[in-house]
Structure formats: structure tokens, C-alpha cells
């Protein structure tokens, strides 16, 4: 399960990372807003790069971009393999990758909290990030699913419905054995 949620989530986090790059353009063509830096500035801090004012390399912006949107995909990927696919799953999933971004951007002290941003700048984020979210989480859960349900679908199909105190499934039936 391990190497094919690593194949598959750096894959699906790339893909996710396009598609939400693909929606800032377009919401920068309407919006006028300019390009984030933050990304390079962060990857600049936790590397011990030389950081400069002004607009970064773009091959470093972008490194750390897609990198963190391909990394992050395979627990995606994990989560789809275990069972954890659809909707509710990507949502769990945006909030990931939004912790992600607020751990990384005020622990290298380039971002600060998001409840001190302007109420504009939070909804743009919340919205790139959710479509990240969903669009990794569309192709995780389609490539899982090509290996059949995970063992979270299994347990949930051998009592369908909502019961408490359901114990485990055999360890030979929880991996499709």
C-alpha cells in the first residue's frame, strides 16, 4: 500500500497543484493581484538560502510550490488507500494543507497567523487551497480505487449503516486477503 500511495500522491499532489495554479491565474487575471513570493521565502529559510527584497526566482517559487503540493499529495494518497476517499475526505484533507502552509510560513516568520490577515487575502487562500485539496483528492481517490476498496470501505461494508461497537475486521480480510 505504502509504495503505491507514494507513486500515486506525488501524482495526485502534483496534478492538485496545478489545477490550483491554473485557478490563481485566473483569479489574478480578474482580481489583479500579483504573484505570491512566499513560497521561495519559506523554501529560502528552512534551506539557508540567500534571501533578497523583491520578487523571488521564479525556479525556487516554484520549488517549493509544486514540491509541497507533491509531498503533501502522498497523505492524500494514503488516506484514499485506506479507505478515506470522496468528498469528506478532501475536506479533511484542505485542512492539511492549510496547516501545512501556517506552520511552515510563521515558523520561518515570513507569514504571520491567519486571523491577522485582511478578510480578501484569507478567502483567496482558503479557496486556492480547497481546490488543491479537492483536485488531489479526484485523482487519489480514482487511482486508489483501481486496487479496490481499502480496509477502512472493507469494515464499513461488513455492518453497513451506523453501529457502535463494531470490532475489528480479521487482519486477513482488512487488506482484501
Known sequence: MIKRALW?????????????????????AVTGRPDSHVPARVLQRLTGLLERPGPQP????????????????VLRSVMAQAGL?????SAKFAVVRLTNDQILENATGVGAPPQTWPRKELVVDLLHKAVYAFATGVVADTLAARGGPGPGQRHAAARP?????????????????
Open 58 to 73: 521564479l525556479p525556487v517559487n516554484w520549488g517549493m510550490h509544486y514540491g509541497q503540493a507533491a509531498l503533501l499529495g
Open 85 to 89: 476517499r470522496g468528498p469528506v475526505a
Open 161 to 177: 449503516g451506523r453501529h457502535a461497537h463494531v470490532g475489528p475486521l480479521p487482519r486477513r480480510h482488512a487488506y482484501g486477503a
Open 8 to 28: 500515486q500522491g506525488l501524482l495526485a499532489g502534483t496534478a492538485g497543484g496545478v489545477v490550483m495554479t491554473l485557478g490563481e491565474k485566473i483569479e489574478q
